[in-house]
């Protein structure tokens, strides 16, 4: 099967097909990129549903590797959820996790907001930088929250690594997109 991008450039939408006339249903960055397993986009490929159940994933991860590590692998940014302290922090841990689910909706091709599983709608529209400002995230707490904490969330949920590596990866991998993040 080939592929056909006009282009593909961090949170810009690419007009994307393939032979088989596939076009991603939502505008989200990493909407045109293309699952190996199915020809399709993440979303597309996996749904809502799936994107739940990763989030939740990434957040048993975290919730274990705060508990056996500390804040030593992934910062202390996590537990500060909750507190305001910085203003990033001030959502409680529910409204923190439904709008990550969100968020991971939306950038891969879904739609731009959910009801997530507290009922609440999310929108996943979301400006990193300012999601992330106060909290100081590093480059090395960055890339063990890929490497260990994301990646194993997808497996884990069934995802396969060469969707992993060819719809999932490429936007959080993105240097660009990780400048959003580091340094905030």
């Known amino acids: 099967m080939r592929f056909v991008c006009l282009s593909f450039v961090l949170f810009?939408?690419?007009?994307?097909?393939?032979?088989?006339?596939y076009k991603p249903t939502g505008t989200g960055p990493a909407a045109s990129l293309i699952c190996m397993s199915s020809g399709k986009n993440a979303f597309d490929t996996y749904g809502t549903t799936a994107f739940v159940a990763v989030n939740k994933?990434?957040?048993?991860?975290?919730?274990?590797?705060v508990t056996?590590?500390?804040s030593t692998n992934v910062?202390?940014?996590?537990?500060?959820?909750?507190?305001?302290?910085?203003?990033a922090t001030s959502d409680n841990a529910a409204q923190f996790e439904g709008a990550l689910g969100a968020f991971l909706v939306y950038v891969y091709g879904g739609p731009d907001s959910i009801t997530y599983t507290d009922g609440q709608v999310y929108?996943?529209?979301?400006?990193?930088?300012?999601?992330?400002?106060?909290?100081?995230i590093?480059?090395?707490?960055?890339?063990?929250?890929?490497?260990?904490?994301?990646?194993?969330?997808?497996t884990t949920s069934?995802?396969?690594?060469?969707?992993?590596?060819?719809?999932?990866?490429?936007?959080?991998?993105?240097?660009?997109?990780?400048?959003?993040i580091v340094g905030k």
Do not use: R, W
């Open 123 to 136: 929108s996943g529209m979301q400006d990193m930088a300012t999601a992330h400002t106060g909290l100081g």
């Open 158 to 180: 069934g995802v396969p690594m060469d969707d992993v590596s060819s719809c999932f990866a490429p936007p959080i991998t993105s240097a660009a997109f990780k400048a959003t």
């Open 75 to 87: 910062g202390d940014s996590f537990t500060k959820i909750g507190t305001g302290q910085p203003a």
């Open 68 to 70: 056996a590590h500390m």
């Open 57 to 65: 994933a990434i957040f048993a991860n975290v919730g274990a590797e």
């Open 12 to 21: 810009t939408v690419a007009a994307c097909a393939n032979d088989d006339g």
């Open 138 to 154: 590093t480059s090395a707490q960055y890339d063990y929250f890929v490497t260990s904490i994301v990646v194993p969330a997808l």
